[in-house]
C-alpha cells in the first residue's frame, strides 16, 4: 500500500476538484499546486504550496515551463524499494510525490473551435502534463495518479478504508487509465497537425488518422461462432448514437445483434411520428408511423411477417404496455426504445431471453462542419470500414432532404400525400442495402427489395415481397437509393401498380427513364443524392 503524503494538482478541469483538494487535505496530505489550480484551492481556504516554491525556481516562458523540474520528477519516478533512488532523493533534498493529480490543456475543444488559428492549437500543447502524467504512471509501484475528476470520489473512498493509503490494484487501474489519456491526446494533436500545412490551411482529412475507442465486452463470437469479436465503444460517443445504451434485461448482446440494432436505431430515429422498424440481417424488412407505438408496430409488422420472426425491433417513442404485449408475443432478438414504462418493464420480464435495450434520443444538433472548416476526423462522426491492408473513412450519410430538395421532372406531380409517402420511403431506402427498391403507402412499408446486383431484381424481389404479405402495391409510391440505368426497373415498378417514384437522378439515361414515366402514367422527382449502402 502507498500512504498518501504529498500530492501534486495541477489540472485544466476543475470540475469536483476542490471537494476532493479538500478530502485529501483532511487526510493529512500535503499539496502542491501551479498556478490557475493553486490559485483556485487558496480561495477556497485550502493549504496548498506553489510547485514554484517547492523547487525554488519560478515559472517562466509565459508559463510554458512550471513543472520541468528534477525536484518534481524526481519526486514522482524515484522507486522507495531501491535504496539507490531513496539516498538520491536524500543528497538532493527532493521529497517523493506520492499522487499525481493532472488533466491536460483542452486540446480537442480548442481545434473544435470554428476559427481556431495554428498559434491557438500550438499553445494548447500540454508539456508538463503529459511528462508528470506518464511519470507517475510509469512508477505506479509507488505513486497514483488521477487523470479523470470522475475517479476522484473512489480515490477518497479507497483513502478512507486504508487509513490514508491507495492500493496497487487501484493504481495499476489508474495507470493503465492515464497511459490511455495520453495516447489519445497525442492521437488528437496528430490527427490535427497532419492535416493542416505551415500556413494553417487545412485539408479534409489527416495523413496520419490517430482512432481511439474504448473496449465495452468482449463478444461470444463474431458474425459465425468461429470467428472472436468484442465491442468497443468512442471515447465520446454521438449524442443519440447506439453505443449509448442500457441493457435493461436479456441475454448478452451478440455481434449480429449489435450490428443490427445499430442499423434499427439509425433508420428509426430518423423518424419525426412515433414509428417502428423491424431489422433482419440489416435490412429493415417493416417500418411505419402511426399515431402510436402499437399501430406502428402493427403495421410494420405485417410489411413482412416472415422476416420479423427473430428480428430486431426499434421504437423511437416510449415503450407502453400494449406494445410490449404485442411484440412479446413474437419471437424477437433485441428490442430498443428510447424510454420504456414501467407496466411495460413487467412484461418484457416474462420474456427474460429479450434483449432489451435503452438509447437516449438524440437532442437536435447544429449543422455539421464541412471539410476545411475544422479537423474534420475530429468534428464529425466519421464512418469506418476495414479493407484488407487498409481503412476507408468517410463522413456519415446525413443529406436531409425535405419537400423544398424535390425536383419534380414528369408531367404529372405527386400529390401532397404522394410526396408524404415518397419522402417516407425515401428515408427508409438510405438504410436498405444497395441495390435498394421500397415500395411504401399511408406511412408504411408495403415491399423491400434489398442486396441484389441488379436494380431491377431489387424492384421484383420488393413486389413479391409485398405480394406474398398480401399487401396491393395499387396506388402505392417507390423509392430506389440510386438511379435507374433503365427503364427495366421503372416498368417494374409500374407493373406494380406504384402510382410515384423517387430516385436522385444523374443517369445518363435520365431522359428515357423520365419519358417511361411519363408514358406509364406515373410522377416522378428527383433528389440529387444517392444513398448507396454496401
Not at 510547485?51 to 516562458?61: I, Q
Not at 461470444?220 to 454521438?238: K, S, T
Request: a neutral charge.
Amino acid at each position: 500500500m502507498t500512504v498518501i503524503k504529498t500530492a501534486l494538482i495541477s489540472v485544466s478541469d476543475k470540475g469536483g476538484l476542490v471537494d476532493f483538494a479538500r478530502g485529501l487535505a483532511g487526510f493529512g496530505v500535503a499539496l502542491l499546486s501551479t498556478g490557475g489550480t493553486a490559485r483556485l484551492l487558496g480561495e477556497h481556504g485550502i493549504k496548498v504550496t506553489e510547485v514554484s516554491a517547492h523547487t525554488g525556481f519560478p515559472e517562466m516562458l509565459d508559463g510554458r515551463v512550471k513543472t520541468l523540474h528534477p525536484k518534481v520528477h524526481g519526486g514522482i519516478l524515484a522507486r522507495r524499494d531501491v535504496p539507490s533512488h531513496v539516498s538520491a532523493l536524500d543528497a538532493a533534498g527532493i521529497a517523493p510525490i506520492d499522487l499525481v493529480v493532472v488533466n491536460l490543456y483542452p486540446f480537442s475543444e480548442t481545434v473544435a473551435r470554428p476559427g481556431c488559428t495554428l498559434e491557438e492549437a500550438i499553445e494548447n500543447i500540454d508539456i508538463g502534463g503529459p511528462a508528470m502524467v506518464r511519470s507517475a504512471a510509469k512508477n505506479h509501484q509507488h505513486v497514483a495518479v488521477v487523470t479523470d475528476p470522475g475517479d476522484y470520489a473512489e480515490i477518497l473512498r479507497e483513502m478512507q478504508e486504508a487509513s490514508g493509503a491507495i492500493g496497487l490494484p487501484t493504481r495499476f487501474k489508474l495507470a493503465r487509465k492515464a497511459f490511455s489519456h495520453t495516447a489519445a491526446y497525442d492521437a488528437s494533436i496528430s490527427n490535427y497537425l497532419t492535416a493542416i500545412d505551415a500556413s494553417g490551411a487545412r485539408a479534409a482529412f489527416p495523413a496520419r488518422l490517430n482512432l481511439n475507442f474504448e473496449l465495452v465486452q468482449a463478444l461470444r463470437y463474431g458474425e459465425n461462432p468461429h470467428q472472436h469479436a468484442a465491442f468497443y465503444r468512442d471515447l465520446a460517443p454521438a449524442p443519440g448514437s447506439l453505443a449509448r445504451y442500457t441493457q435493461l434485461q436479456g441475454k448478452e448482446l451478440s455481434y449480429n445483434n449489435i450490428a443490427d440494432s445499430d442499423a434499427a436505431w439509425e433508420c428509426v430515429k430518423t423518424l419525426d411520428a412515433p414509428a417502428c422498424v423491424i431489422i433482419k440481417h440489416a435490412n429493415p424488412c417493416g417500418v411505419a408511423v402511426a399515431a402510436n407505438a402499437l399501430e406502428a408496430y402493427r403495421r410494420a409488422f405485417a410489411t413482412d411477417p416472415t422476416s420479423a420472426f427473430g428480428g430486431i425491433i426499434a421504437f423511437n417513442c416510449e415503450l407502453d404496455a400494449a406494445t410490449a404485449t404485442a411484440v412479446a408475443g413474437k419471437f424477437v432478438e433485441v428490442l430498443i426504445a428510447p424510454g420504456i414504462s414501467a407496466e411495460a418493464k413487467e412484461v418484457l420480464a416474462k420474456k427474460e431471453n429479450v434483449r432489451v435495450l435503452e438509447v437516449p434520443l438524440p437532442s437536435p444538433l447544429a449543422p455539421l462542419p464541412q471539410a476545411g472548416e475544422g479537423n474534420f476526423v475530429n468534428a464529425l462522426r466519421c464512418d469506418y470500414k476495414r479493407v484488407g491492408g487498409g481503412l476507408l473513412v468517410q463522413t456519415p450519410d446525413s443529406a436531409a432532404v425535405g419537400s423544398a430538395q424535390l425536383k419534380v421532372v414528369t408531367r404529372i406531380k405527386p400529390t401532397p400525400a404522394q410526396q408524404e409517402d415518397l419522402l417516407f420511403a425515401w428515408r427508409v431506402a438510405k438504410y436498405v442495402k444497395s441495390n435498394a427498391i421500397v415500395f411504401a403507402g399511408s406511412g408504411r412499408t408495403l415491399g423491400v427489395g434489398a442486396g441484389q446486383m441488379s436494380r431491377v431484381d431489387s424492384a421484383r424481389i420488393a413486389a413479391m415481397k409485398a405480394k406474398n404479405a398480401s399487401l396491393p402495391l395499387a396506388g402505392s409510391v417507390a423509392a430506389s437509393d440510386a438511379f435507374f440505368p433503365f427503364r427495366d426497373g421503372l416498368d417494374v415498378v409500374a407493373d406494380s401498380g406504384a402510382v410515384a417514384v423517387i430516385q436522385p437522378g444523374g443517369s445518363l439515361r435520365d431522359e428515357e427513364v423520365i419519358a417511361a414515366a411519363d408514358e406509364r402514367g406515373i410522377a416522378m422527382v428527383f433528389t440529387g443524392y444517392r444513398h448507396f449502402r454496401h
